[in-house]
């Protein structure tokens, strides 16, 4: 049974920091990419990161460069969003989601994990 568990959501101030963490079992990990997403009230799920485990290459959103970083524990098959100067707009849903070899767009992910929230007070 596959499954992807996002959890270290919470409510913090702004400027400050949170760890999401997604633990997933079930598939062969260092063959897909982990994507993070969020969604906010309203609004639209996006795409924030992803990271792809054969070769680690990442990819972010311009909302949050430089302020989120991606990284991938092959070894207890877990991805790790360290978020750091977070605003009040990163407010949202966090999901984790998997997706075979590439990272990719919410529609084309393969399996998803339960979302996390991440409250950003100003």
């Known amino acids: 049974e596959v499954q992807l568990q996002a959890s270290g959501g919470g409510l913090v101030q702004a400027g400050g920091s949170l760890r999401l963490s997604c633990a997933t079992s079930?598939?062969?990990?260092?063959?897909?990419?982990i994507g993070w997403f969020r969604q906010a009230p309203g609004k639209e799920r996006e795409r924030v990161s992803c990271i792809v485990n054969s070769d680690s290459s990442t990819y972010y959103a311009d909302s949050v460069k430089g302020r989120f970083t991606l990284s991938s524990d092959n070894a207890e098959n877990t991805v790790y969003l360290q978020m750091n100067t977070l605003k009040p707009e990163d407010t949202a849903v966090y999901y984790c989601a998997a997706r075979r070899a590439h990272c990719s767009g919410v529609v084309r992910q393969d399996y998803w994990g339960q979302g996390t929230l991440v409250t950003v007070s100003s």
């Open positions: 079930g598939f062969t990990f260092d063959d897909y990419a």
